[in-house]
């Protein structure tokens, strides 16, 4: 192995039996063991990676992203290796602890004032904030925009890397798949994967209670817990004919499973990890299934990457 890029990737599968003893069984992918701590490493890896074969980026050149924290990691990863100076924009309301993280990295971290979230609360409108910010210095700099909510290569991770692994790890015994949907890249990417190798696997998207766009529900809670999802809007590449349902959230559920996942299974992850957890748990739960069914999810983050 020569550097901290080939880390990525080739997570293990864990069996979550303390939090879920059946019917059926929960697995999760610990994406929270790679260099950045997030699923975000895989996408952010593809991106560059195609921007320099593409020539859309060079040597050298800055880097520049919207980022809720995780993406952030991902890049700054990637960009200590590589030598591309990296600049992150953030939402005042996002972690500090991301924050922290990225600048200890070598980013260059700018936060932008909140729109109408709180602190540990970021809307759909702080986020867009946020881009607007990221896209002015991209093109004020003339530095290469990531674009995480419009680039394909995100998307492309996880169809062929994140699905693959998954089935490759359960010989292709899958029967259900949860996933938080922020960008939609890692429920869109694996969800297309599962459906061409068995079109009968169940994918349901997970969104934070009273935010269920993609279910074609009104937000009527657009400040919640779930950092990095549920923003409001159906996210610009969204593949809606993937999704079988959608399972609702709440921030009091999220909590509940992160204790659960720590203190049962050894497990500190964040806001949206638990999310995943909580509603494979419903999945399993809601009779679609024959005896003996898996489903699968993804463990977004570690906890400390947030206030405790």
């Known amino acids: ?28 992918k ?3 063991l790679q260099p950045g701590g997030s699923v975000k490493d895989r996408a952010a890896r593809v991106i560059i990676e195609d921007a320099l074969y593409n020539e859309k980026l060079v040597p050298g ?44 990295m070598g980013a260059r971290v700018v936060l932008v004032p909140q729109v109408d979230g709180f602190p540990g609360s970021v809307t759909g409108a ?34 062929h890397g994140t699905g693959p692994e998954i089935w490759e790890q ?21 969800a297309r994967f599962f459906k061409r190798q068995r079109g009968h696997v169940i994918c349901a998207a997970v969104e934070p209670e009273g935010a269920e766009v993609l279910a074609g529900k009104p937000v009527t809670k657009p400040r ?6 549920g923003f409001g809007t159906v996210p610009p590449l969204w593949d809606a004919s993937l999704m079988d349902q959608s399972i609702a959230v709440s921030d009091d559920e999220a909590e509940e499973f992160r204790r659960l996942l720590a203190r049962k299974e050894g ?35 570690a906890g400390w990457k947030y206030p405790a």
């Open 224 to 229: 919640h817990k779930l950092q990095g999802t």
């Open 30 to 32: 610990a994406e929270f």
């Open 126 to 159: 702080d986020r867009d904030a946020a881009a607007r910010m990221a896209r002015q210095i991209a093109a004020d700099e003339n530095a290469f925009y990531v674009d995480q909510f419009n680039n394909p290569s995100a998307f492309s991770a996880h169809e």
């Open 1 to 28: 192995m020569q550097n901290a890029i080939e880390l990525i990737g080739h997570t293990r599968l864990i069996s979550l039996d303390r939090v879920h003893s059946g019917p059926g069984q929960l697995k999760a």
């Open 170 to 190: 359960l010989a292709g015994r899958v029967d259900g798949f949860a996933a938080c949907v922020g960008t939609g890249a890692t429920f869109t990417g694996v």
């Open 61 to 104: 050149q800055q880097v520049v992203e919207m980022t809720g924290g995780n993406m952030g990691s991902g890049l700054a990863v990637i960009c200590a290796v590589i030598g591309n100076p990296l600049t992150v924009v953030m939402s005042a309301g996002n972690s500090p602890e991301h924050a922290k993280m990225l600048e200890t």
């Open 267 to 301: 497990l500190y992850v964040g806001y949206s990890a638990a999310a995943n957890v909580a509603a494979a748990c419903k999945l399993l739960h809601s009779g679609k299934f024959k005896t003996g069914a898996t489903v699968v999810t993804v463990l977004c983050d």
